[in-house]
């Protein structure tokens, strides 16, 4: 079992920074797909970014493209989702995910599908909120 646990959330003006970070703990090894989903009152759960752990191949969702980086430290078993740019539809919780798949080198692509796959049983954090002001 995987445990998630996000933080660098906060209040920023548009055209800011931030970094989020997600933690994971327990059987960490066989989780290689990781994300990050964001979520706003009243809306789906929708995805920013996927990141294949072994292989670091990564996916982008188009209105984050160019803005946000997604990448890993394998020694600390983090992920995290660098910011930039940050606009006011940026603000929403924003939610860590991990699953498992067969693939060796399963990629970006390929992990956004099965995180987003309620069926793959993804692992997910808490969430930590974003707040973008204009």
């Not at 956004?112 to 993804?122: G, I, M, Q, T, V």
């Amino acid at each position: 079992q995987v445990q998630l646990v996000e933080s660098g959330g906060g209040s920023v003006q548009a055209g800011g920074s931030l970094r989020l970070s997600c933690a994971a703990s327990g059987y960490t090894y066989s989780s290689n797909c990781m994300g990050w989903f964001r979520q706003v009152p009243g809306k789906e759960r929708e995805g920013v970014a996927a990141i294949d752990t072994g292989g670091g191949s990564t996916w982008y969702a188009d209105p984050v493209k160019g803005r946000f980086t997604i990448s890993q430290d394998n020694t600390k078993n983090t992920v995290y989702l660098q910011m930039n740019g940050l606009k006011p539809e940026d603000t929403a919780t924003y939610y860590c995910a991990a699953v498992s798949t067969r693939r060796w080198r399963p990629g970006g692509p390929y992990c956004f599908s099965r995180l987003s796959d309620k069926n793959a049983l993804p692992t997910w954090g808490q969430g930590t909120l974003v707040t973008v002001s204009s």
